[in-house]
């Protein structure tokens, strides 16, 4: 194993705030449902596709607002902190020699400043891209950025669009019960391993 790769909202970073402030924002200016704070928990529980009936809000749209949504997002950044247990893992896994990188559709200039912000500097690397499904590319174009096989990475991530992209690529995914999607949203795309907190990964992995 040579590189673990994480997801970012959700799986670093505590970010429901900032996130539940940008959607809202764009959401009154495009006329869809706002979110309030106490439907969170409720919203977890849902898919892609229910969120988006729910909030009437069509997915064919996304291209279109997630620019002006992660800078929204930047705006409330001094809201996001990192999950108990993140740094110390961090440094873990940088004493044991593993290199460390962020696939993530938000914008890459919000995680270099929360990086910076929280003094992490054991990232090697950070890919970005607003195509909310599309990480698999992104992965694909890591692997062969760095001549890596499938089996030379894991992927960290919350979110059942990060274990599909996962299964299209090949490579293993520990999916965390701490993020924004719930059990019963993934529970079909059977993720590789489960963690209720950041200290297991370090035991997967080695």
Known sequence: MKYVIFDFDGTLVDSKLAILEAWNTIAEKYR???VDESEIDEIKK????????????PLYKLPIVMPLFYQTYKKSLEEVELFKGIKDLFEQLNVNGYNIAIISSNAKE???ALLKRQQINNVSEILCSSRVFGKDKIIQRF???????STDVIYVGDEDRDIVAC???G???????????????VKNSKPDYTVSEPKEI????K
């Open 143 to 149: 692997l062969k950025n760095h001549q890596l096989k």
């Open 202 to 205: 370090l035991n997967i992995i």
């Open 46 to 57: 849902l898919t892609m596709n229910e969120r988006s009936k729910r909030f009437d809000f």
């Open 110 to 112: 919000n995680i270099e």
């Open 32 to 34: 869809f449902k706002k």
């Open 171 to 185: 490579i293993k995914i520990i999916w965390v019960e701490w993020g924004y999607d719930a059990f019963e949203v």
């Open 167 to 169: 299964k299209k690529v």
